[in-house]
């Protein structure tokens, strides 16, 4: 069973490196400096322009939601970026993953590897969740190796489901149970 509760009432969550606490306006300005970072927009395959005004009103609507839960991340006080579980099923138990760091500066640091645990820990533990599943840009490595060491596995692939920049890129598919060993 369920306990979607923790979604609406998001807990903090503590890594080896990293904090996660709920997502909100008050990160409005390391949001939005990150939304500007292309490398970021790239990985996330984020074709999408934001105003100054959908950017805070996305912030201020994510806490107390009982579909999803957004956290920020932080190393030492510090916004490195955001971790996301969202399009829950409750029906099948299953939901959706995404993260994004906030710039090229962060990345290789081991901040992502550590958001990910903790909140597949909380997934399965917690939540109670079967499998959390997420799709990655075929021209993002880095990720994919992160989340196969993180024990997601691949299970398709949609070819040629990006268009970045006038070139075609697959999506792979990956997916973690909760019974796979991580």
Not at 28 to 46: K, P, Y
Not at 99 to 128: H, N, P, Y
Not at 152 to 166: K, Q, S, T
Request: charged share 30%; hydrophobic share 45%.
């Amino acid at each position: 069973m369920l306990n979607v509760d923790l979604l609406r009432d998001q807990p903090v969550l503590h890594g080896e490196r990293v904090l996660l606490t709920q997502l909100d306006e008050t990160f409005f300005d390391e949001a939005w400096a990150a939304l500007g970072d292309e490398e970021s927009r790239r990985f996330t395959h984020t074709h999408a322009e934001f105003t100054p005004e959908q950017v805070r009103e996305f912030l201020r609507t994510r806490p107390g939601r009982e579909d999803r839960a957004d956290w920020a991340i932080l190393v030492e006080g510090r916004y490195v970026g955001e971790v996301v579980l969202m399009d829950l099923d409750v029906v099948n138990e299953s939901i959706g993953f995404r993260i994004a760091l906030a710039s090229a500066a962060v990345f290789g640091r081991g901040f992502g590897t550590d958001a990910v645990r903790v909140v597949l820990d909380f997934a399965f533990g917690r939540l109670g969740v079967h499998r959390v599943g997420l799709d990655v840009a075929d021209y993002n490595p880095r990720a994919r190796r992160v989340y196969e060491k993180c024990g997601f596995v691949v299970e398709g692939v949609l070819r040629d489901a990006i268009l970045w920049e006038g070139k075609r890129y697959d999506s792979v598919l990956m997916s973690v149970l909760g019974t796979d060993p991580r």
